[in-house]
């Protein structure tokens, strides 16, 4: 049995006499729908772009060529970023892959979903090669990048040992420091100065050398010091004037932290900020910023416990889950622990991971569902962890009718291993903003919000923490500089 359409439309069901004619039946219908499906297919192909790929069009502004030496200039030899070099010179040698590394390793769709045209990041925009990248750091500590990786002991020394020549010609320059921003830690190479503004001329210097002697023709400053004591700004940081003055005198609001983003914005070098203090979270640094086309961005690098919290967050508010409590903690035991273990330090820390929640659940629109919860982060100092870091998180959600239900996550995840390739993305994104006509001059890189726990935004703006909206505000940024359609999801067209 099969069924018949009349010439009115009107359905009936057919008769056969026997199962072959039956199954002949069917045969000749299946085909029918074959043809139709094909001949559908290519009207909406043609719909799509007339069978052919979306065309691109006109590239926005200019991006001068990734031509010559980027030098990477790190105030903080840590964990972090001994994992980060050591990491780039194990990739170059071929040792290990750059996983993690949305620059090395991912893709962005283009156009529409049947153009089949995926390439990956590094081949669609312009970055610097891996082996254009050359290094220098500052820090309190002497050891160089080898006795500074061996000492964080977040790599295995197998490997190490492989790298050690070139970890160990990258020697620290001193650093400018002020142990009452970091109380936990003391350290032996530190600049000397009368004023304040006297260490930032020193820093100057050491710029001007590093590019010098190392040929680089474009420098980028990525913080990766420890986290400072919190402060918030005063009148020393609003304008230029008010800051220089502020350095000359020693005023003490200005820490260390800012006096290498002044040095770094006055040589035009970009500036990112790996730890969330305020840095260049500040009206005088977006002014210079933008002033002398040097990109900035940050804060505090977003990799594990806070990752996690901005990917399950945004699916309770998708699905209106209410939430009534959030309790994270958290082990770690290595020196950015220590420093954390100092309330000033952790304050800066608190505050930045705290916002996550009140931004991508906006209670004063889902009163009912986020109006009351509770959310509260800790970290305890626990050295025989090391560098991996233990987070829980207990998360009290409701669902239809009030009912309540519990989510727990443990995450035993290593810290730098989740930085390094954050690091990367920014050195290379970073050098990318200011080769390109449209987005040096704008001071603040909010399309780089998908690295940081605490993005920054023009003031007056609220920052977007959610993953999957950071994700696709970066691939659209590249996407537009490159003169491809934004991708929007809406896919009307294909049904149409
Ligand atoms: N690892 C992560 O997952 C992660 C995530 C987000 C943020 N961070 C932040 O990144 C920063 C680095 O983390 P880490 O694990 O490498 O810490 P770390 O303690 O291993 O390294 C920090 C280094 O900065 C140096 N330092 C401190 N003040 C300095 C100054 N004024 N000038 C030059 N050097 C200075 C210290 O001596 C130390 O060697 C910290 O602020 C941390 O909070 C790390």
Known sequence: MADWWDADGRRHRKQFSSAPAAREHEHRETALAHAERASRELKLAARTGGGKRSQPKPETGTVEPAKGKLGVMIPGMGAVATTFVAGVEAIRKGLAKPIGSLTQMGTVRLGKRTDGRSPKVKEFVPLAGLDDLVFTGWDIFEDNMYDAASHAGVLDQRLLDQLKPFLSSVTPRSAVFDHNYVKKIDGPN????????????????????????????????????????????????????????????????????????????????????????????????????????????????????????????????????????????????????????????????????????????????????????????????????????????????????????????????????????????????????????????????????????????????????????QLMKLKNTLRHLKGEELITHLGLEYYD
């Open 190 to 469: 530190v600049k000397k100065g009368k004023s304040k503004m006297d260490l930032a001329e020193q820093l100057r210097d050491d710029i001007r050398e590093f590019k010098k002697s190392s040929g680089a023709s474009r420098l980028i400053t990525m913080w990766c010091g420890s986290t400072e004591s919190y402060i918030e700004p005063t009148e020393a940081h609003q304008s230029l004037k008010a800051f220089e003055k502020a350095l000359r005198e020693n005023d003490e609001m200005i820490a260390p932290s800012m006096i290498y983003a002044y040095a770094s914005l006055m040589e035009g070098v970009p500036f990112a900020n790996g730890a969330p203090n305020l840095t260049v979270d500040l009206p005088v640094m977006l002014l210079l910023s933008r002033k002398n086309e040097a990109p900035v961005c940050g804060k505090d690098f977003k990799t594990g416990q806070t990752l996690m919290k901005t990917v399950l967050a945004p699916a309770f508010k998708a699905r209106l889950l209410g939430l009534s409590g959030w309790y994270s903690t958290n082990i770690l035991g290595n020196r950015d622990g220590e420093v954390l273990d100092d309330p000033g330090s952790f304050k800066t820390k608190e505050e930045s991971k705290l916002g996550v929640l009140e931004h991508i659940l906006q209670p004063g629109l889902y009163p009912e569902l986020y109006g009351n919860m509770f959310h509260k982060v800790r970290i305890n100092y626990y050295p025989p962890r090391g560098d991996n870091k233990e987070g829980w998180d207990n998360i009290d959600i409701f669902g239809w009718l009030g009912y309540p239900m519990q989510i727990k996550v443990d995450f035993l995840c290593r810290d730098s291993i989740l930085a390094a390739p954050i690091v990367l993305d920014l050195v290379l994104f970073l050098d990318l903003a200011q080769r390109c006509s449209e987005l040096k001059g704008l001071g603040i890189q909010e399309w780089l919000s998908f690295y940081f726990k605490s993005p920054m935004t023009v003031p007056g703006l609220y920052p977007e923490h959610d993953l999957f909206i």
